[in-house]
């Protein structure tokens, strides 16, 4: 029996994700998260975890630990509070790109910077991928890039490849992928980087994507072998994280 063919295109629908809450948090999972799943054999490419999570105001998650993983987090609205046990202490805000390695192993926590008083949810959207290598030295970097975001440009976010080397605002611990951030006036657009595996997701607005038709908050595009195609912001402009990606995950 022949496996079915990969779709080259596959369009995911915000409504469709996975859906996770409780008392304090309410998590939109493009990829099953919560419970005992296999990350690694419900990615896509290399992209394991794609969580667009809302906490309530004085509310988080208390310290807990990782290892081997490479974590991006993009703030949408609101701040968010990080603490590590390799002592750093950051309020995370829009426009300020933040990477965690857990290489060995490295505990952090991380919660609503607003108090419960303030009324402030944090949006927020978390991602993961596998480093290259493990049992890595565990390391945090940030960086601001409001001023590039504001050039109806795409921009690399993230990355652990040669060729963004000189351009990434931040890194990461595998040399097989980058996430790219447009933040879209109406009108303007970008195109998808060709690589074997993409992912688009839409933080907020809406937009156009080429061949396929309009993307809302909340929707993502899975490609396979393909790139290229243009995303155009719709009337109140859109923002947009799309990860180019060179290999799969493997089980860690």
């Given at each position: ?154 921009i690399p976010m993230a990355s652990g ?92």
């Amino acid at each position: 029996m022949n496996p079915s063919p990969v779709e080259p295109i596959r369009v995911i629908k915000a409504k469709d994700r996975w859906h996770w809450r409780n008392e304090w948090l309410e998590s939109w999972q493009s990829f099953p998260a919560t419970g005992n799943f296999d990350l690694a054999a419900n990615a896509h490419g290399l992209l394991m975890i794609n969580n667009e999570d809302t906490v309530t105001p004085g509310e988080g998650f208390d310290a807990h630990d990782h290892r081997d993983m490479e974590i991006i987090t993009w703030v949408l609205e609101g701040s968010l509070v990080h603490k590590d046990s390799l002592g750093n202490e950051s309020v995370i805000y829009p426009g300020l790109a933040q990477r965690m390695s857990a290489g060995t192993g490295l505990r952090h926590s991380e919660r609503n910077g607003a108090g419960r008083q303030d009324r402030q949810p944090l949006r927020v959207v978390q991602m993961w991928i596998p480093p290259e290598e493990l049992g890595g030295a565990p390391s945090y970097q940030e960086a601001d890039i409001s001023t590039e975001l504001t050039g109806n440009t795409l921009i690399p976010m993230a990355s652990g490849m040669r060729k963004y080397r000189d351009t990434a605002a931040i890194t990461f611990g595998n040399s097989y992928a980058t996430l790219h951030v447009a933040r879209l006036d109406a009108g303007r657009a970008v195109q998808v980087p060709d690589a074997p595996y993409g992912h688009v997701f839409v933080t907020r607005g809406a937009a156009d994507f080429e061949g396929s038709g309009p993307l809302h908050t909340g929707d993502a595009v899975r490609l396979t072998a393909s790139g290229g195609q243009r995303i155009a912001a719709a009337d109140d402009g859109a923002e947009l994280l799309i990860w180019e990606m060179h290999t799969i995950a493997v089980n860690v």
